[in-house]
């Protein structure tokens, strides 16, 4: 087969995070595959033909992908962020291990990307700087109850906890039994980063104390994370504390 498959990370948005490796499969595509608004953050030019979709066929779009390289073509799919952290990556390699067996022939590549825990790390300072977990609250491709066991146990276990996908229009409640479940294992003091859109025009982080943070305003394009008993802010005059998690852990 001449064609082949590159599953490429455009990072949190500002193409400044856009790695030099995956600007360059980009640039030698011939199909881009995706999620429409990732679709729209890669620009038009000749020879590229463009096959945006909805949120919810990440395996029928991956299948697609396999059969333009089965005919030759040279395919990158895209992902915001990093591709194998909940993203398209995953949905690739399942639609090739249930898909034709002459696909598993194809040259296929995974580009990463800045994926949106580690953008919004960067924004406050160090919070990933101990022990971390990251856990989807996205209920459609697992049971609540699973959801629930896992941050269950990476509270009790006191990592910090990035929640991606933590709210949206159909699932309206998540985020708040999360943060619930949250004050159930940490002090109400605890700091809480909602950090949206980061790496965009309309980018907005606010650091909340655990208590406050289960009224506070989020959606699909916000990273919630919620601090260790370790974690500690560093205040500053008329700025924003930076947020670290200490790499040392006492005996």
Known sequence: MSGSVTVIGLGPGDPRYLTPAAAEALDTAEDLIGYLPYVARVPERPGLVRHASDNRVEVDRARHALELAASGRRVAVVSGGDPGVFAMAAALFEALEAGDPAWRSLPITVEPGITAMLAAAAR??????????ALSLSDNLKPWDVITARLNAVLAADLVVALYNPISRARPWQ???????????R??????ILARAVGR???????????????????????????ASATRLIPREGEAPFVYTPRSVAR
């Open 201 to 227: 025009p309309d980018e907005a982080i606010r650091i909340l104390p655990l208590a406050e943070a289960r009224e506070a305003e989020a959606d699909m394009a916000t990273l919630v994370m919620i601090g």
């Open 187 to 192: 002090t109400p003091g605890t700091p809480v």
């Open 175 to 185: 985020l708040g039994a999360a943060l619930a479940l949250a004050a159930e294992h």
């Open 124 to 133: 406050v300072g160090a919070p990933l700087g101990g022990d971390f977990c």
